[in-house]
């Protein structure tokens, strides 16, 4: 028999006897059958008994204690510090006052000055904001006290801060007047809906009337048959993991992730393909990209169209 | 791609003209960071998915500053209009004071659309070629040569090929890293340009 159980015996035999009510017949019985039997059937009796009843008091004494200490709903862990009182209407009063002009006045800042901070002209962002504002996560909510919270034009803005200038999610607070958690957030919102919803409109293949159209002009530029300048670049990788880090060196010897793209002489992208790893050359990375993979299939470009170079007339490949 | 060698003219005029144009990717590169900067900084996402994603967006983002200052693709419908209205104005300007002034019309913001359409009434950039297909779907049309005898069947002709399929695929492959042809695509592009505008593009030497 372990010492701690004699412990245990020790502290029944003073324990008031009502705790001993709920035991169930039986063994009740045995006990009383036992008691005349030898001293170590007494003891194991005992020993049962005063195991139960030490739980019994374990469970209430819990109860007790919990019903004092832990409180039903979750709330605040201790320790945390308060949520800053922020101000989110002066966030958002002071960017429509420097933007967009508050109570039938002009804005602070001219049309130049808004395309420079927000490195887009007003109708593109006008455009994002009235796709974004009644989005769910977009939305001016209410959280679990019963306050409003932000307004979907500061974490518009607070995002695009943070893309165009590159900004740590700390640097739009004292402006735009978010926390940087919800500023992070707003980042990755925005940039996951642009994704979702304006890749197919934006980074698709050109048409055949855009293909007719690129090709005119590029024969007018002089180059017949050119349908856009294909070029690589690197993207410097910081955070990669040390898992990736071998398929993610470049030449230059750091984490780096390439990126292909295609675009005319407007700069206007009509095929864009990131995620590449950077030890790849620019061989492998066309090799891997979903244009050369349709290419080699036979899916595009389309066949029917051709043009005339030196007295030979081909099709587009 | 540029000639390697560079050595007769032709091919330095080829040269000239196909860095000048390729130029606007290598530009490409220098104002997408520089609108959105976020590119020109190390990315500190821990996943390739968060750097596809962000990278999608700038690109995106570009895309819609680009179509709104430059007014590209988008806009094309817009220009055909205008070329129309231009058409019609011509038109009833050659009514009434005869031929002559067409161009004298209501020309574009840029003057794009003028040049491109005297570079199409010059040689036309393309041609859409709908019509029925020879026996040689990927190499240069060729009369059919198969003709049906007594007793036999005709296996595999070149009009069973369907896209998708693995002749399809491999034809199409072949075609696309065909070497000779692509360097008999070089020397007939340098044969143009030279013809073209070889005069103004020769390099001083």
Known sequence: MPPTCIHTVVLTVFFPLWLLWPIPGPLRMDAVAAADGSFYDDLDVAVVLGYRAGLRIRRALLTVRGRVEKRPFGGSPPGRRPNRDRNFDLGAHSIMRDYFGVGGEPPVYSERDFEKRNRMPRAVFKRLYTAVRNEPWWRRSINATGRLQSYPIQKLLAALRVLGYGEPYDRPDEYCRLSPSTIAEATRCLTNFIVDKWEATYLLRPTEDELKHILTRNAARGMPGCIGSIDCTHWLWLKCPKALAAQYHDRKGKRSVVVESICNEDTYIWHFFIGAPGSYNDMNVLACSPLMLDVNAGVWPPRNISYTLNGRTRRLL | ?205
């Open chain 2, 1 to 205: 791609m540029p000639h390697s060698n560079s050595v007769t003219p032709k091919r330095r005029v080829y040269n000239r003209l196909q860095q000048a144009v390729r130029k606007d990717a290598e530009r490409l590169y220098a104002v997408m960071p520089s609108r959105f900067n976020i590119n020109l900084r190390p990315a500190r996402f821990t996943t390739v998915l968060r750097m596809m994603n962000n990278g999608k967006a700038v690109a995106i983002l570009h895309n819609m500053a680009i179509e709104c200052t430059r007014g590209e693709f988008l806009a094309q419908r817009r220009m055909n209009a205008a070329a129309e209205v231009r058409q019609a104005v011509a038109d009833l300007q050659g009514q009434r004071q005869g031929p002559g002034n067409e161009e004298s019309g209501c020309g574009s913001r840029q003057g794009r659309p003028a040049t491109a359409r005297a570079a199409s009434e010059r040689q036309p950039a393309f041609f859409i070629d709908n019509g029925p297909r020879g026996p040689g779907v990927w190499g240069p049309p060729q009369p059919a040569e198969h003709e049906a005898q007594d007793g036999m069947v005709e296996t595999g002709t070149e009009q069973d090929v369907v896209p998708g399929s693995l002749r399809y695929t491999d034809g199409a492959e072949c075609e696309a890293k065909d070497r000779d042809a692509h360097f008999a695509l070089l020397q007939d592009l340098s044969e143009h340009i030279f013809a073209d505008r070889g005069r103004l593009m020769l390099p001083y030497s």
